[in-house]
Structure formats: C-alpha cells, structure tokens
C-alpha cells in the first residue's frame, strides 16, 4: 500500500504550489466574474455586459463589409488566422532553408533577436518601422516605386490591425523556427537516403518524410502560437493602445483597461474577460496536449 | 623551497612598506615646508602671516599634528605675532545626525585665551575650546568659532559643515528630455539648501496612471512626490485614502483659487500646483511667416483663409502638424476648437467636464462637424511623434503646431525663441490651463522630507527657477512677470486676457480619457468616421468628475 502511496507524496509540493500559484487564482477569478463594482452577486451580468459593449464584440461592421472595428474578440480570432499560418510558414521555410548553410547557425541567432528583445522593445521598434517619414518599410516602399502604399500603417484603422499581426510575425518567427530546426535535427537519416534510393524528389520527400515527422513540432508551435495570439498585448498597447477608435483591440487591453483604467476598477468585467481567454487557452492546450499525447 | 603564497605575502609586505616609507616622506616634507616658511617670516613677517595661515588652512594635508608642530616652530622662532585661531573639525560632511568634533587652534595673542562656538544650526553656543556638537537636521551650516586673549583682542575662524540625509527622496514625473532636465536642476537645488537627496524618475503616461494606483493598493509607495496633470486622477486617490492632504504644507494664498478647486475635496487641498502649461494655440515660425507672406488671423475666417494658402506652398505637406503620443495632442486641440467655437464658449469646455451638457447634443456636433471638415480639407497631418513633428514645423513641412507652452522647451524651438511665435484660435473666449501638481502619498516612508520638498516646490524660489529655464509658467502669483523670457512672459499675458478652463480630458479622466483619446485618433485620420457613434461613446464613457 505504502508502495502505491509514496509517488504521490513526493507529488504534494507541487501540486501545492500549482494549487497556490495557478489553480486558486484562476478559480478566484471566475468567482470575481461574477461579482459587480460593488462586490455583489450578479450571475452572467458581466458576460452580457462585455459582449453588449462594441469594442469587444462587433461582428455587425464585420457584416456590414467594414474593414475595422469588429471587436477584440474578433480581433483575436483574425490573429490566429493570419499569424498562425505564417509562422508556421516562415518558421518551417527558415528552418529548412537555414540547415545546410555556412553560417546558419549564426542567421538563427539574429532571427531568433525577436524573442529576446521585450516586446515593449518590439512594439517600438515596429511603430518606427512603419512610420511615414522615418519607418524603413515606406522608405523600401518608395525605392521600388510603391510610394503610394507608403504611410504611417500603425496610424490608420483599415491598417493598423493587419500591420502589427505582421510584426508580431516578425517577432514570434524565430520561435518556430528554433522548434522547427530541432525537429529537423530529429528525423533519422536513413529515412531520406532510402527516399532517394528510391528516386523520391525533394519537394516529394518533404510532403512525405519532413512534413509528417515534423508533427510533434508542429503540435508544439501551434500550441504556443496560439497562446502567444490570444494573450497579445504589449505591442498592442505600446503602439496604439487599441487605437486608433477600437481598430486594434485586443481582448487582453480590454481586460487591462477594465482593471485599471476605470474608476473604480471594474475588476468583474475584467475577470469575466479573463475567464473567456481562460476558456479557449485551457480548451487549446488540452486539445494539443491529447494530440501529442497521441501521436 | 618557498611557497608561491609565501612569496605572494613577501611582495605585499614590500609594497606596503614603500608605501609607508613615501607618506612618511611627504609628512617631513610639509613639516620642513611649514618650518621654512616661519624662517622667511623673521624678514617678511605682516605679509607672509596671513597668507600662511590661508595656506595652512585650506592644506588638505594640514593635520592636528602639522598645527602642533606649528606652534612649536613660532616658540622657537620667538615670533610675537598677532591673536589668529584656526578651527578645525571632523567630520565636515556626513548623514544626519552627525556628531562633530571641533578643535580651536588659538596663535599669537597673549593667553589665556577664551572660546566660544557658533554651529549655526539656532542651537546653544560653546564656549569649549574643543567641542562636540550633534547636528541634527540636512543642511549646510558655517560654524565659527571666536577667540578672546587676555589683552581682549579677538579673532575668528569659520568652517562649513554639510549634513545630508541618508534618506533619498524619489520623485516621479511625466517629463523628459529638456522638462526633465529643468526640473533636476530645481531638485539639485533643494539639495544643495537642504541637504537632502532626491532621485527623479521620469514616467510614461500610462505607467504613471496604472503603476501608482496598483502600488498604493498594494500598500507600497515607492515615490515620496508624484507630479502629475490628472485631477481627477489625484482627487480619486484622495478618495481611498492614499495622499496626504498638502493644507499644512502651502500658502494657499499663492494660488489661483480655479487650479486649488481641482484638487480640493472634503475642504481639503490634496495637491500643491506646480507647473501650468497653457495650450494657447497654434505655434509657428516667424520666419515661416514672413517669407510666405503670411499673417496672423484674427478672425475664423481668416484663420480659414490662411490654412488654405499654407497648404498651396510647395513643400508643405499639411497646414497643421498633428502630435501622437497616447492621444493627448488632439484632444488639446480639440478642446480649443470646443472653446473657440463652441456656443457659450469657454463654458462649454465647463458643461462638457461637469455633465451640463451632453457630448451627443447639436452644440459639441457642431464643433466636431467643424473640426471634421478641416480634417477632410487635409488641413492637419496624419498624427505622429509630438516631438519629431517639432522639427517638422521648423523645416517648413508643416506651417504651424497647435500645442502647449511647454513646446519652447523642445528644440529647434528652445533655440530659436525669437523665431517663434503663436496666435490663438481666433476669437476665443478661453483657453485651457493643465496643471501639474505636485502629491504625496500617505504611504511615503519620508512624510518629513517629502512635506519640505512640496513646500519647496510650491514656492516662488523653485517656480522661478523653472521659469528662467523656459517652457515653464508658474503656478505661484509671487513669480515676477520679469522672471519670464518674453515668449512666455507672451503666453502669460495672453492667458491673463481670457478664462483659463480645466482641460477636459484631465479633468474627467479614467475611461473617458482614453476614450476620448483613442476615438480623436480615429477622426484624424477617419473624418468620415460617424460623428453620432463617436460622440455617443464618448457620453457614454463620462463619467462626473470627482471635484
């Protein structure tokens, strides 16, 4: 009996601070969720409120054909549908491309400076980038004769949200594209020697052999791509701070202006806000946890 | 055979005695310096008396032991010279409270001599030759000390004796760059008076506005001062009981009753006023002007006119330069064209921040339409950095700047004041006067020194210093007009001309703030943004201001 009890007490410190450190907040939180200013009870109250309010969900001017202003909600959502797929793109295409070549490791490394440098540091460095007069994006914009797309993309609505989801890439590339190339590092040998014995072509090794093998990579950068787009803030607020109007919200800024900027703080919506990113982080990570688990 | 530590030890043996043989050299050599300079004293003594004592005074390697061997080479010598004492004291400098050790040195006269010892801090004197005396409080202090022979002749010594406190104040701002640097130099001057340490840290917007509150709530107060432009902001601190009530500490008859108003709650005064910035209107380059032909409007219509024939000269990219930042830039604006243009003028900047008046009504849209058309004519630039849009303005990109007083502190413009000049909004009833104040937390772990620096801050001496570094105007009415450089001795007497309103968005604050922020923002570069929807959002976000 001892023998069946003993690996679980050498669980207990941990499961203690897990308990302290991550389950009673997160537990704390929905309970706040449903609490007004005031402290009282109010059910969903907060949840209606959230989703009344347009800045946080707006699907009407997705609708009505407008190119902005669809609510943080949605504004996450079209994170992940763009970010998502080309840092795998660009992680991958990097990782590959970098592997056989002098010097690879050392090009690794500088792509790699975007998840180093805070991304306070990121979010600044990219409003100068696509700044009108100094950015070094409209300055290649007018050297190739596109001076008419050239401008402040960080300034306007229609711009603004597809701008930082691009720097955000630039950002978060170097991250894929590390787990890429450890998972290249990965596949056996012999599986592409016998694929060229067998007179397979490069592009068709890659769909058969590389892609498939790259799998465990690829649930992981998933998994952390998508964190990564649902927790998205500190660019967000260091370029725009949602702005301009609510063009680039973000659910995290809302959550933050809710806890912060209102007074009193409005801690219920934020905790309900919260619960929500709560919600779809938790439901993701099992998801790709159970997938890896699997494969 | 020798261990190589033992060798180690015999080297450090052998430095350390050359060292003792050189600093043994140079005590002979002063002493044998002093000695000679009493034998020149037998041919030449008046003038070389004084002149020695001035050297032996100020001689960093002048010692107890060197003044007894002094007194030993005058006996010697039989020298009959006149009373002189000199005083010495140890430590002259350290954190309170600083107990030092005086000695008198009395030379010449006839003994028996008598002492007595001023320390210059209002305590009791000594009439010890060699006293102890605690210094309690920061500051810098002349101690002297007068001897008395038995012929009643007298003769006196002084030294300065600087206590600091070992607390260190840290104030928090929003200012950088040159704002910054003035406002250092007003806190080395405290220092200086009072002994007393102050670090400035200078802060973003947001950091200020989120990481005080989130501190104070945490029941950490890392700043003992916090300037800031906020009102509503302070008075809401007030509120839950995190500042400390400033009535004791200012003469609140230094002040304009309107800024007082601001930050006053409950019958008290929770922050001193510091630095006002007027937002008079739109700054330009004189030259600019002339060599385009232009002239300052002063009606609306000329005002029209004038961003019209702007924007036909070649190279301008935009009559207006447009400031980013948080947002704050074209809110000011905005709040002059809701003064200038507004029916009711000023007051409507006033009905707007206390709830009088709605944001959605037919007044406020019909200014927003106003401003929206202008935008629509291409009148101001795509918002971008408030600093770098400066140069702009100077270059010739832009004709003019709609900003506040503090803008002569930035360069080109800090540099070239007499090329630079500014023009109200024409007609305008009003303009908005931001005041940064200055609060101190009840959290602070320095209520005593931070009560001195707000007391030092409120006063004319520090807002004088401020003044002659430009970009400054001042709070306290005791600052001479004299005091000011002429650009903003202008702004002065322009704010003196028309009622100084509160600036709305400081005002309200919170989520209306930002808000009202975020959706300018939009309509700079949107102007067909729906004005219902934008006006509505931001009625929705007021909120009552808390004074």
Do not use: C
């Not at chain 1, 005031?38 to 054909?65: C, H, M």
């Not at chain 1, 912060?260 to 905790?271: E, K, L, M, Q």
């Not at chain 2, 209107?281 to 961003?307: D, H, K, Q």
């Not at chain 2, 921040?353 to 944001?359: A, L, R, V």
Request: proline fraction near 5%; charge should be negative; charged fraction near 15%.
């Amino acid at each position: 009996m001892s023998r069946q009890i003993t690996p679980f007490l050498f669980l207990i410190p941990t499961f203690l601070l897990v308990t302290i450190f991550v389950l009673f907040p997160i537990v704390n939180t929905i309970y706040i969720s449903f609490l007004n200013q005031e402290g009282e009870f109010v059910g969903l109250g907060n949840y209606v409120e959230i989703f009344s309010r347009k800045d946080f969900w707006n699907p009407q001017a997705l609708l009505e054909g407008k190119l902005h202003s669809y609510g943080a909600l949605i504004h996450n959502g079209i994170w992940v549908l763009i970010h998502l797929p080309l840092s795998l793109f660009f992680g991958l295409l990097l990782a590959v491309l970098l592997r056989e070549v002098k010097g690879g490791a050392i090009i690794k490394s500088i792509i790699f400076l975007g998840m180093v440098i805070p991304l306070i540091v990121g979010g600044i460095l990219l409003r100068f980038i696509y700044d009108d007069h100094a950015g070094i994006l409209n300055g290649f914009l007018r050297v190739v004769g596109l001076e008419s797309l050239a401008r402040t993309w960080t300034a306007f609505p229609q711009t603004i949200l597809i701008a930082l989801i691009f720097g955000s890439v630039w950002i978060w590339v170097g991250f894929s594209m590390i787990v890429y190339s450890a998972g290249l590092e990965g596949i056996p040998v012999e599986l592409f020697e016998a694929a060229k014995i067998d007179g397979a072509s490069r592009w068709r090794t890659f769909w058969r052999i590389t892609v498939p093998m790259l799998r465990p990579a690829t649930i992981v950068v998933v998994t952390m791509t998508i964190l990564w787009e649902l927790k998205i803030f500190d660019i967000v607020w260091i370029i725009q701070r949602g702005g301009p109007g609510a063009a680039s919200n973000v659910m995290a800024l809302d959550m933050y202006m809710d806890a912060f900027f209102n007074i009193p703080p409005n801690y219920g919506t934020a905790a309900a806000i919260a619960t929500i990113l709560t919600i779809f982080t938790f439901g993701i990570a099992t998801y790709m946890v159970y997938q890896m688990v699997k494969s | 055979m020798m261990s190589i530590g033992n060798r180690t030890i015999d080297w450090i043996l052998a430095i350390l005695l050359i060292i003792v043989i050189i600093v043994s050299g140079i005590g002979v050599y002063y002493s044998s310096a002093i000695i000679d300079k009493l034998d020149e004293m037998s041919t030449t003594q008046a003038q070389d008396y004084a002149s020695l004592l001035a050297a032996i005074s100020s001689s960093s390697a002048t010692t107890e032991s060197l003044l007894e061997a002094l007194l030993d080479a005058i006996s010697g010598l039989n020298i009959s010279l006149p009373l002189a004492v000199i005083a010495s004291a140890s430590p002259t400098l350290g954190d309170i409270p600083l107990t030092v050790s005086f000695k008198a040195v009395p030379i010449g006269g006839t003994p028996p001599y008598s002492f007595e010892w001023n320390f210059d801090d209002e305590t009791a004197t000594s009439i010890e030759r060699n006293p102890t005396h605690n210094y309690t409080t920061a500051g810098t202090y002349t101690a002297t000390v007068t001897v008395t022979d038995s012929g009643q002749g007298t003769a006196l010594d002084s030294l300065t004796i600087t206590t600091t406190s070992a607390e260190e104040l840290v104030v928090f701002s929003l200012w950088s760059g040159a704002e910054e640097q003035n406002f250092e130099q007003v806190l080395a001057n405290f220092t200086e008076t009072t002994g007393i340490s102050v670090r400035h840290i200078g802060y973003t917007t947001e950091e200020l506005l989120i990481t005080v509150p989130t501190q104070l709530r945490a029941g950490v107060a890392i700043a003992d001062i916090i300037m800031a432009p906020w009102s509503s902001w302070i008075l809401n601190l007030a509120g839950e009981g995190y500042l400390t009530s400033v009535d004791n500490l200012i003469d609140t008859t230094k002040f304009p009753q309107t800024y007082l108003d601001q930050v006053t709650a409950n019958n008290r005064i929770w922050a001193t006023p510091f630095k006002v910035s007027g937002k008079p209107g739109f700054w330009y380059r004189e030259s600019f002007f002339a060599n385009n032909s232009l002239t300052v409007p002063t009606t609306y219509e000329e005002f029209e006119t004038l961003l019209g024939t702007i924007q036909a000269i070649p190279g301008v990219e935009a009559p207006i330069a447009s400031g980013n930042g948080v947002g704050w830039p074209l809110s000011d604006t905005t709040e002059a064209f809701i003064i200038g243009l507004g029916e009711g003028g000023y007051q409507l900047q006033l009905d707007l921040i206390f709830g009088d008046e709605q944001f959605n009504s037919t007044v406020v849209k019909d200014v927003f339409e106003e401003l929206a058309s202008l935008l629509q004519a291409g009148y101001f630039s795509v918002p971008d950095d408030f600093a770098a849009q400066v140069a702009r303005v100077w270059d010739g990109t832009y004709g003019m700047y709609f900003q506040g007083s503090f803008i002569t502190a930035f360069e080109p413009f800090a540099s070239n004041l007499d090329d630079v000049g500014f023009f109200p909004l024409p007609e305008t009833t009003g303009v908005t006067g931001a005041v940064d104040y200055a609060i101190i937390p009840a959290l602070t772990d320095h209520p005593i020194e931070a009560g001195e620096l707000m007391t030092f801050l409120a006063g004319a001496e520090a807002q004088e210093i401020m003044v002659g570094l430009g970009g400054f105007l001042a709070s306290n009415i005791d600052v001479p007009d004299s005091a000011y450089g002429p650009i903003d001795l202008e702004v002065l007497q322009f704010m003196r001309t028309v009622t100084v309103v509160p600036d709305l968005d400081d005002a309200v604050g919170g989520a209306f703030q930002q808000a009202f922020w975020n959706w300018l923002k939009l309509l700079w570069v949107d102007p067909n943004t729906d004005l219902d929807t934008l006006l509505q959002t931001l009625q929705d976000a007021w909120t009552p201001p808390p004074f």
